[in-house]
């Protein structure tokens, strides 16, 4: 068995003669999240949720710690690849930084992120762990490096793939180790499929693929292949004879090494210079006969695939709303402990109004990730209304949670100013990784029209949202009726809007702010029913004033020349970035005061 990471002491992160703001070195990312455990309370069986807690809690101090130093080395000492050993035999490595190492064994063997969903028995429980759970993990870890988040998606993905669909002999040689968390039998998984002449308009690949007996041979280009170097990747190649289109595309599953121990019949060109997730080595591929095997129905390939799409694209959403966390947390940290003219940032008007912006893209995210969670777990159980309402979740979640995550992290980094744009502090890495959530898994074009023409226009998932919100307005007692008819009015509203844009090619321009206001609508609904439910567990409604500042500054037309600060907005600030408790009686007033 691997050796469990063991967690350093902490760091003195402030300069030892105060001037500079300390940042997050420390940090238990798990215990500073209330709002994290109140969703997984939520979300979650009891029995459940105090089985990972403790978990939860040490890969939270982690997180802040020990892990946090191995990815800032990771980032800084980048893979490098070889193309010989040093007996000079053409045989290809990739070299990593031993703190990429120490991340592997975190994520892979001691929390086995990778296979929380298809092994069980996993750190002592004897079942699967459903999706949110999962994603708690996930949510964690991507705090402190989210280029390890794409091997651990991959890898994962690779395993449902085989599962879902691959043969007894294909499962029975690879499915264990895809999801083995000993890390001397592990095998990660890799996604092959962008090219050149297609990129997201998958139907026009050129990679062929030739029958040889029990076998295939795989003959083209991949364009962007991250985890360069897994040792099983599953791809998409059109067959000979096949006819053109997505439809004309099969799917299959092409081995690092072969039986003998050789290297299969593919090369690594060159590894990808990225903007971000520079731990984690993507390169370009060129198929040379590579020998590959058939997973499911050769004429299915592409719609085996793009079932994957709604666990990627959570897993995306997810990993987004992980980054803005720990930019929230570094932001929190400086505001709250840097004093300029006399007082804390936090206590100056701009710096809370900053503050309460962040939060409020933050909280969004966090909801709407674990809404789309929720969704899949039910999904997955057999539930077509929480499939239909899955199809429009998760495009609409990864469209605008990868889009505020960029502007979050810049935030961040003004925040702690010109220090937060030099490299030894978190917050470059964090702005640069999050740009890509924004072009994974669909460009924000791709993803909005994905939502709209398909999700609405020719699946009516939107109907599923519908009456997945008006429920949880229905279970919301406690919250006030009246911003519960608001909002009901707003839910109906968004629809129309999505049916009106889905209706007709020429409304296409639309197709972004129409998804964008099914996610804020849909996102001020869920954080009303969270308010009640945790007003109902602990007391504290405080989640419903995040429901009206996403009404306030991101649905409701503004007027520029109106001030907005007046002594209901800056109670509502003191109460969201304040630590005590409010009452669903006072919160409900200031919702619906002037």
Known sequence: MHKPVTAQPKNVAAAPSGLLAPDTTGMNFYRADQA????????????????IEPHLDRLGELAGGHLDDCARLADRHTPVLHQRDKFGCDVQWIEYHPAYRELENAAFGEFGIHALSIRKGIMGWPDKYPVVAKHA?????????????????????????????????????????????????????GQFMTEKEGGSDVGTLTTTAVQEGDHWRLTGEKWFCSNADAKVVMLLARPEGAGPGTRGVGLFLMPRFLDDGSQNHYRIVRLKDKLGTRSMASGEIKLEGAIAYAVGRLDRGFVQMAEMVNSSRLSNG?????????????????????????NRIIDLPLGRRQMLKIMLLVEQALSMSFLTADALDRAESGSQDAAALLRIL????????????????????????????????????????????????????IVAIDALRRAVGRHGAESALSADLHARLDDSASVPQAWRDHLRGLVDRAVGFAREVAGKSENEADARRATSLLYHV????????????IHDMRGDARRLLLSRLVIDHRVAPSDPFRLTENATQARIAALLLGDSSAGMSEVGELVLAA
């Open 36 to 51: 994290l455990t109140d969703l997984l309370r939520i979300h979650l069986p009891e029995t459940l949720f105090r089985h």
């Open 137 to 189: 993990f996930t949510f964690l870890f991507n705090q402190t490096e989210f280029g390890m988040g794409c091997p651990i998606n991959v890898t994962d993905g690779c395993a449902k793939l085989l599962a879902n669909f691959g043969s007894e002999a294909l499962k029975a040689k690879y499915l264990d180790g895809l999801t083995s968390t000993d890390m001397s039998k592990l095998t990660q998984g």
């Open 318 to 342: 997810v990993k987004s709303t992980a980054l803005m966390r720990r930019a929230y947390h570094d932001a929190m940290t400086v505001a709250k402990n840097r004093v300029v003219f006399g």
């Open 394 to 445: 998760t495009p609409t979640l990864k469209f605008r949670a990868t889009r505020d995550a960029r502007k979050v992290c810049g935030d961040a980094l003004e925040m702690r100013g010109g220090i937060g744009y030099i490299e030894e502090f978190a917050t470059p890495r964090l702005l640069r990784d999050a740009h890509l959530g924004s072009v994974w898994e669909g460009t924000g074009n």
């Open 522 to 533: 849909a996102s001020a609904v869920a954080l009303a029913w969270e308010a009640h439910r």
